[in-house]
């Protein structure tokens, strides 16, 4: 006797829908204490570097003071003054070579320091996340830099030419070291104020922040920028002023175009999910 298999008896295919992609790989998993000797390991490589960086600074620095005196020394020749820079200690100009070696110290190593951070946080993350971190490090350290070299050729040029522009019976003698602290100020706070589309991305990535929020309140954040401008900048003058404000603005639109990427990404990735549900 032949038995018959009835139509519902047979299993169905599964739908699509139904079919999910493989898991993405897993983060690594270590132990407190593990963490505590890999932390322990990558900050010792770290200074290591910054040592080693700050013995190279230190001995290439004297290089690096005639490029950086550049601007000064150009400024006093153009308002026909004597074109020499002094230092009023004994010290003075030691303390001026060991100083700018450790910043040069601190450049030199950095891509080191970034790749132990790198090693230090890379096992703790997926795949996508990796590439996230990486971009972020990289976009950085160019806007960094970005913000240093607008400082150097464009605002300290104009900043130094408006300073001795104004003569009278005082002849001025300007110290090496606190032309060294003036130049430090202006080229560390453009390299900071460069660093505003991060800030934003992380801002929006946690979604403080939307582009719509960000184009709404454009007029609070041009007073915000006026503040930070009129801070940083050394100088009265409002023509200075603007030079800072200038790209602190373009930046803010660029901002505003990394939120608009970050929050589409995020609210396609929770749309996503919820289908998924």
Known sequence: ?????????VPEPESNSQITA???????????????????????YSLY??????FIGVYVSKYFINWITKPMLEALKGAHLDHNLVYTHPAGYLNLVITLGVYLGLVLSSPIVLYQIWLFVAPALYKHERG???????????????????GYFVTLPYILKFLV????????????????????MVLL?????????????????????TPKFLWKNFRYAILIIAIVAAIVTPTPDAMTMLIFMAPMVGLYFVG??????????????????VEAR
């Open 189 to 209: 706070g453009l390299g900071l104020v460069f660093e505003l589309p991060i800030l934003i991305f992380f801002l929006s990535l946690f979604g403080i922040v």
């Open 49 to 54: 570097a910054i040592g080693i960086g700050a």
């Open 256 to 273: 505003i175009a990394v939120s608009a990427v970050v929050t589409r990404r995020r609210e396609r990735r929770l749309a996503t999910a």
């Open 1 to 9: 006797m032949t038995t018959s298999i009835r139509p519902e008896s």
């Open 132 to 150: 996230a971190i990486t971009g972020f490090m990289f976009s950085t350290v160019f806007l960094f830099l970005a913000g240093i070299a607008f």
């Open 22 to 44: 493989p898991a993405e790989e897993p983060a690594g998993a270590m132990t407190f204490f593990e963490h505590l000797s890999e932390l322990r390991k990558r900050i010792i």
């Open 165 to 184: 522009s104004f003569q009278g019976p005082a002849v001025p003698m300007i110290s090496i070291n606190e032309y060294f602290d003036l130049t430090l």
